[in-house]
Nanobody, 122 residues
Framework: QLQASGGGLVQAGGSLRLSCVVSGLTFNGLTVGWFRQAPGKEREFVATIRYNGAKYYGDSVKGRFTISRDTPKNTVYLQMNSLEPEDTADYYC??????????????????WGQGTQVTVSS
């Protein structure tokens, strides 16, 4: 139901754009978020865009990453600029209807896609 893509290998300072295509769900009413998980670490909130267009970002990516949604395509994008080696992780998109206070929590999302790997070399 969620298909993430766009990961890859990039040098520090470079850019990538991740895509998350949502199917089988009512896209207009969904909040769609991105989380990431590095080896040996817990899954971390990256960004989310709520059904009303409001956007929220994790502190570590503010000013570098931009989340957006294309409703006709049922797709959410994560534009990642000025990438750093610390951004290396598997990136997951997730969808649900979390209350605002849960929008940055993995527990706020019912549907998850498979991860797409991002590797940033120094």
């Amino acid at each position: 139901q969620l298909q993430a893509s766009g990961g890859g290998l990039v040098q520090a300072g470079g850019s990538l754009r991740l895509s998350c295509v949502v199917s089988g769900l009512t896209f207009n009413g969904l909040t769609v978020g991105w989380f990431r998980q590095a080896p040996g670490k817990e899954r971390e909130f990256v960004a989310t865009i709520r059904y009303n267009g409001a956007k929220y970002y994790g502190d570590s990516v503010k000013g570098r990453f931009t989340i957006s949604r294309d409703t006709p395509k049922n797709t959410v994008y994560l534009q990642m600029n000025s990438l750093e080696p610390e951004d290396t992780a598997d990136y997951y998109c997730a969808a649900g209807s979390p209350i605002l206070s849960a929008a940055a929590s993995v527990n706020g999302y019912r549907h998850w896609g498979q991860g797409t790997q991002v590797t940033v070399s120094s």
